[in-house]
Nanobody, 122 residues
Framework: QVQLVESGGGLVQPGGSLRLSCAAS????????MGWYRQAPGKQRELVAI???????NYADSVKGRFTISRDGDRNTVYLQMNNLRPEDTAVYYC????????????????WGQGMQVTVSS
C-alpha cells in the first residue's frame, strides 16, 4: 500500500521561502512521475510541478523561476523548494505519484497525499 506523507507547509510572509517534502512508503516502483498540485479556495486543483522518472521537470507558468522540484530516489522523496512566495500561492498543496501497474497492457494509478496548507500573508 502506497502512502504519501507531506511536510513543510505553514505560514510565510510574501517574499519568503518554504520547502515542501513528500515521503513515499510502499511500492512506488516503477513510477512515471511524482509531483505537486495545489488547490486554492473556490478554485480547481492545478498542477504546480512534476518530475518524471527520467528527472524531466515541468512547471506551471505562474511558478517558473520561483519553484524548484527535485527528488531523492534513495529516500523515495520528492521536494518542492518555493522561493519568492506570493499571496496567490496560498493553497492546499498535494503530493502525487503516478505508479505503473503491470499488466497486458500496463496501466497506471495516481496516489495522493492528504494535502497541507501553505499560507502566504503578512
Amino acid at each position: 500500500q502506497v502512502q504519501l506523507v507531506e511536510s513543510g507547509g505553514g505560514l510565510v510572509q510574501p517574499g519568503g521561502s518554504l520547502r515542501l517534502s513528500c515521503a513515499a512508503s510502499g511500492s512506488i516502483f516503477p513510477f512515471n512521475r511524482m509531483g505537486w498540485y495545489r488547490q486554492a479556495p473556490g478554485k480547481q486543483r492545478e498542477l504546480v510541478a512534476i518530475i518524471t522518472n527520467k528527472d524531466t521537470t515541468n512547471y506551471a507558468d505562474s511558478v517558473k523561476g520561483r519553484f524548484t522540484i527535485s527528488r531523492d530516489g534513495d529516500r523515495n522523496t520528492v521536494y518542492l523548494q518555493m522561493n519568492n512566495l506570493r499571496p496567490e500561492d496560498t493553497a492546499v498543496y498535494y503530493c502525487t505519484v503516478n505508479v505503473v501497474i503491470a499488466g497486458a497492457p500496463p496501466t497506471d494509478y495516481d496516489h495522493w497525499g492528504q494535502g497541507m496548507q501553505v499560507t502566504v500573508s503578512s
